[in-house]
């Protein structure tokens, strides 16, 4: 049974930079996307972006180009979302997943995160 779990979230002043970290469990499958989403209160949930697991393909969303960085981390099977700079803006509920497909936005996720609060105050 594949299993996400986010760590890190917390409350930061604006201008911060904070590491999100996703932990991936039960998975017998190498090939697949490891997205990184977000939801504010009231909002539509977006995507962050994107990472290719094995060919380390990346993308983002606009928002998060230049300040968000999706990448591998040290341990085995943790995903790292890192956000620099960061704003009032980007207070939200932040949740990794696991999809299938060309590295893009969007698409399909199957496996989901319980997701992590980040709060930036001004």
């Known amino acids: 049974q594949v299993q996400l779990e986010e760590s890190g979230g917390r409350s930061v002043r604006a201008g911060d930079s904070l590491s999100l970290a996703c932990k991936i469990s039960?998975?017998?499958?190498?090939?697949?996307?490891l997205g990184w989403f977000r939801q504010a209160p009231g909002k539509e949930r977006e995507q962050v972006g994107a990472?290719?697991?094995?060919?380390?393909?990346?993308v983002y969303g606009d928002f998060a180009k230049g300040r968000f960085r999706i990448s591998r981390g040290d341990s085995k099977d943790t995903a790292i979302l890192q956000m620099n700079d960061l704003e009032s803006e980007d207070t939200a509920v932040y949740t990794c997943?696991?999809?299938?497909?060309?590295?893009?936005?969007?698409?399909?996720?199957?496996?989901w995160g319980q997701g992590t609060q980040v709060t930036v105050s001004p």
């Open positions: 990472l290719h697991w094995s060919l380390g393909e990346r």
């Open positions: 997943a696991i999809g299938f497909g060309p590295v893009s936005l969007g698409g399909r996720y199957r496996f």
């Open positions: 039960g998975r017998d499958f190498s090939n697949f996307l």
